[in-house]
């Protein structure tokens, strides 16, 4: 499991955590909410050793990432996947999973991420820019598992994406879920973050302000709503 403590980091002098604590336990959806710019992507940048000025703990298992360069912490299987559905479009979906790939023996195989998406499966030669939008997420998410990930994290992976593609998005979660990965994910869809996660934490001004179980947050949703997320 991942485990974060008094995490702190912003960009120059503006600092934008103040102290976040969180665990993303494995096979666990942990999701993150929040109104804009309160320090739901720096986390996550945070987390993997983006920011040149973060401070704090992060420690996968019994392995202390805190402060180590980004190759490190991908090598210790934190995977990353940032907004936008950034994947290479030139390049085939094959030639896309084979970048940044881990060298063998993986536990990630090619064969084992795309059992996972039988949409990408069929489309192995097709060039990325060829892919629709929600594919394109598959594919970006396809690309982080294959650095053999035992976390995740998804920053707004449902973004523009039509509702059937959401639902998608929320299958593959669920499986990776029951792969035994530990997801860390940044959503405004809360339809979606209700049914996918076991933990809600709430983010205002670089602080956990509330840590809900899901049971409590579906309990709570509208109170939760409007008073952390509405302006
Ligand atoms: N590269 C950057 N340089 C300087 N400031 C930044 C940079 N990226 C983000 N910020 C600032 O840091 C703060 C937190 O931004 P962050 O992107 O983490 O918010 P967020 O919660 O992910 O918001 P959103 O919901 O809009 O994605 C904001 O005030 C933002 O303007
Ligand atoms: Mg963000």
């Known amino acids: 499991m991942l485990r974060v403590e008094s995490l702190e980091g912003g960009y120059g002098s503006g600092k934008v ?4 604590d969180l ?6 959806v942990t999701s993150i909410i929040g109104r804009n710019g309160v320090g739901k992507t720096t986390t ?3 987390i993997m050793g983006l920011l040149p000025e973060a401070a704090g703990t992060v420690v996968l298992d019994d392995d202390d990432l805190s ?4 190759h490190s912490v991908v090598r210790a299987g934190i ?7 950034q994947i290479f479009p030139a390049l085939t979906v094959l030639e896309n999973l084979r970048v940044g790939q881990r060298k ?11 059992d996972l998406f039988p949409n990408l499966k069929n ?11 929600g594919e394109q997420q598959m594919l970006a998410i396809a690309r982080a598992l294959v650095t053999d990930v035992r976390v995740l994290m998804l920053d707004e992976p449902t973004q523009g994406l039509a509702p059937k593609v959401v639902e998608q998005i929320g299958d593959v979660i669920g499986r990776l879920k029951a792969e035994g990965v530990a997801i860390l994910l940044v959503e405004q869809n809360l339809n979606l973050t209700s049914n996918v996660s076991d933990r809600v934490l709430v983010l205002s001004k670089g602080k956990v302000v509330e840590t809900l179980g899901i049971d409590e947050f579906k309990r709570d949703e509208e ?6 997320l509405t302006l």
């Open 17 to 20: 955590l103040f102290g976040i």
């Open 23 to 28: 665990e993303a336990p494995k096979g666990e």
């Open 44 to 46: 996550l940048k945070a």
């Open 67 to 70: 402060g180590r360069p980004v």
């Open 79 to 85: 995977g990353y996947v940032p907004e936008g559905r």
């Open 104 to 114: 063998p023996p993986r536990v990630w195989t090619e064969e084992r991420v795309l």
């Open 123 to 133: 489309r192995i030669r097709n060039p990325g820019r060829a892919l629709s939008g």
């Open 223 to 228: 109170r939760v709503h409007s008073q952390w």
